[in-house]
């Protein structure tokens, strides 16, 4: 079993800056996939970034490639989200996950463990 809690968000001007964070609690953190979703108010859960177990292979959204940076620190059981240029359009819950395998993935289906999501709001 794995337990992620996400930190780091909450209201930012357009333009703005946040960065996530998603500690993980495992003593196995280097061999999972991780990634990132998000849901608005309304809509269905979507894909923001993934990384695999070493970082060293990365996607992206079409929507946030550019201004949206996923990391980690395998040392310190976390990962990140570095989001910049931020637009009313992020705004949603994000969260993180974990998947039981070393490769990305974009579908919800394919991560097998959720944080509890923290909420980003970006006015214009």
């Known amino acids: 079993q794995v337990q992620l809690v996400e930190s780091g968000g909450g209201l930012v001007q357009a333009g703005g800056s946040l960065r996530l964070s998603c500690a993980a609690s495992?003593?196995?953190?280097?061999?999972?996939?991780m990634g990132w979703f998000r849901q608005a108010p309304e809509k269905e859960r979507e894909f923001v970034a993934a990384?695999?177990?070493?970082?060293?292979?990365?996607a992206y959204a079409d929507s946030v490639k550019g201004r949206f940076t996923i990391s980690r620190d395998n040392a310190k059981n976390t990962m990140y989200l570095q989001m910049n240029l931020l637009k009313p359009e992020d705004t949603a819950v994000y969260y993180c996950?974990?998947?039981?395998?070393?490769?990305?993935?974009?579908?919800?289906?394919?991560?097998?463990?959720w944080g509890q999501g923290t909420q980003v709001t970006v006015s214009s």
């Open positions: 996950a974990v998947r039981d395998a070393i490769w990305i993935a974009k579908s919800a289906k394919e991560y097998a463990y």
């Open positions: 495992t003593r196995t953190f280097s061999n999972y996939a």
């Open positions: 990384l695999s177990w070493a970082g060293a292979n990365t």
